[in-house]
């Protein structure tokens, strides 16, 4: 992504957006890591740009982004917080620097448990501005997504397993579903890449078997809501592989017998169409029995809110439905 195209996508939900000010500080970080190079080959600039296209899913502010682009400055290069301080006034530097300190809670292979929450602890206390959190999360997500460019494997390893055990919780605690979901599913490809390629290909199977009959469960179930003028939205949600691996070695349950696979999101306006259409869904297809949840009315730890039930669908297959309002919906997903 170019420069160009991240100001264009943040003008659209911040239209009094400073672009100058944003180019500037992407001339800046620029400028300042000059020749340096990603493991990939690519330009050093490039990584803090895909952190800032990250964050644009999040709707962060402009100071967020500037943070972003410049987050590496400090350590990789010659430019230092009073020269980002001069340039970008007091809180970017305030928040750069957070994310500075935050790169210096490190990971040691084969931590003990206790030492792993008390990591967290540190990490979340180290941020006392939760952009700065943000910011260290679409870093780590993107260093995940090129982690393939990392020669030595023993190191992949450690940031898989460092990922996992801290910025995967805090994606989490955060409600980040999106992030966490991610992240997940590369440290899995790192730390157990046989049970991943395993998992994989089971999922895959599946969803080419099952491809026609979730199409049909759509348009049966748009065509009902829409008779009961219900305005709806209805997406697929396949359930990341690690979660998938995870169930099957905590439950002894075989692959087959994991019912949320793949869940059908349905958003609707308000609460009281959550509860309308889950009737609807009933009245559609047999429930299964005890497999409604109501995390509208009791919200999970994090704040995460749908009613889920699990029904007989078409042709008798078991089909997982997730029912949420707009607001529900961004607040999993990216915890806005």
Same mark, same amino acid.
Not at 126 to 143: F, G, M, Q, T, Y
Not at 180 to 200: A, G, N, Q, V, W
Not at 279 to 308: C, E, M, W
Not at 316 to 322: A, H, N, R, V, W
């Given at each position: 992504?170019?420069?160009?195209?991240?100001?264009?996508?943040?003008?659209?939900?911040?239209?009094?957006?400073?672009?100058?000010?944003?180019?500037?500080?992407?001339?800046?970080?620029?400028?300042?890591?000059?020749?340096? %190079?990603?493991?990939?080959?690519?330009?050093?600039?490039?990584?803090?740009?895909? !952190?800032?296209?990250?964050?644009?899913?999040?709707?962060?502010?402009?100071?967020?982004?500037? $943070?972003?682009?410049?987050?590496?400055?400090?350590?990789?290069?010659?430019? !230092?917080?009073?020269?980002?301080?001069?340039?970008?006034?007091?809180?970017?530097?305030?928040?750069?620097?957070?994310? $500075?300190?935050?790169?210096?809670?490190?990971?040691?292979?084969?931590?003990?448990?206790?030492?792993?929450?008390?990591?967290?602890?540190?990490?979340?206390?180290?941020?006392?501005?939760?952009?700065?959190?943000?910011?260290?999360?679409?870093?780590?997500?993107?260093?995940?997504?090129?982690? /393939?460019?990392?020669?030595?494997?023993?190191?992949?390893?450690?940031?898989?397993?460092?990922?996992? /055990?801290?910025?995967?919780?805090?994606?989490?605690?955060?409600?980040?579903?999106?992030?966490?979901?991610?992240?997940?599913?590369?440290?899995? %490809?790192?730390?157990?890449?046989?049970?991943?390629?395993?998992?994989?290909?089971?999922?895959? !199977?599946?969803?080419?078997?099952?491809?026609?009959?979730?199409?049909?469960?759509?348009?049966?179930?748009?065509?009902?809501?829409?008779?009961?003028?219900?305005?709806?939205?209805?997406?697929?949600?396949?359930?990341?592989?690690?979660?998938?691996?995870?169930?099957?070695?905590? !439950?002894?349950?075989?692959?087959?017998?994991?019912?949320?696979?793949?869940?059908?999101?349905?958003?609707?306006?308000?609460?009281?169409?959550?509860?309308?259409?889950?009737?609807?869904?009933?009245?559609?297809?047999?429930?299964?029995?005890?497999?409604?949840?109501?995390?509208?009315?009791?919200?999970?730890?994090?704040?995460?809110?749908?009613?889920?039930?699990?029904?007989?669908?078409?042709?008798?297959?078991?089909?997982?439905?997730?029912?949420?309002?707009?607001?529900?919906?961004? /607040?999993?997903?990216?915890?806005?």
């Amino acid at each position: 992504m170019r420069i160009g195209t991240v100001i264009k996508l943040a003008k659209e939900y911040m239209p009094d957006l400073d672009d100058e000010r944003l180019l500037e500080a992407y001339e800046f970080a620029r400028d300042a890591h000059g020749d340096q %190079k990603r493991n990939d080959g690519s330009p050093y600039i490039m990584h803090p740009l895909s !952190t800032c296209a990250i964050l644009l899913n999040y709707k962060v502010d402009e100071d967020t982004l500037i $943070t972003a682009l410049l987050h590496d400055v400090p350590e990789d290069t010659n430019a !230092t917080i009073k020269d980002i301080e001069k340039h970008f006034g007091k809180k970017v530097a305030y928040l750069v620097q957070g994310v $500075t300190k935050l790169s210096k809670v490190y990971y040691k292979h084969n931590m003990a448990e206790r030492q792993i929450e008390s990591l967290k602890r540190l990490f979340i206390h180290s941020a006392e501005d939760l952009r700065i959190i943000l910011v260290k999360l679409a870093d780590r997500l993107h260093n995940m997504r090129t982690l /393939e460019f990392v020669s030595i494997p023993g190191k992949r390893l450690r940031i898989s397993k460092e990922t996992l /055990e801290i910025y995967v919780p805090i994606a989490n605690l955060l409600g980040i579903w999106e992030i966490k979901s991610e992240m997940e599913d590369l440290c899995f %490809k790192y730390i157990y890449p046989t049970d991943y390629e395993k998992t994989r290909e089971l999922v895959e !199977t599946s969803a080419l078997q099952n491809d026609n009959i979730l199409k049909s469960t759509v348009r049966k179930i748009q065509s009902v809501l829409k008779s009961k003028r219900i305005k709806a939205k209805i997406q697929a949600r396949r359930k990341s592989l690690y979660s998938i691996f995870k169930k099957m070695l905590h !439950t002894g349950k075989t692959f087959h017998d994991i019912y949320d696979l793949i869940a059908l999101r349905i958003i609707v306006t308000n609460i009281d169409n959550c509860y309308r259409t889950l009737g609807i869904i009933h009245q559609t297809f047999r429930p299964k029995h005890k497999r409604i949840k109501d995390y509208i009315a009791v919200p999970k730890v994090n704040g995460y809110q749908s009613l889920h039930t699990t029904v007989f669908g078409i042709d008798g297959t078991i089909t997982e439905f997730q029912i949420r309002t707009e607001t529900m919906h961004l /607040e999993s997903e990216y915890g806005i």
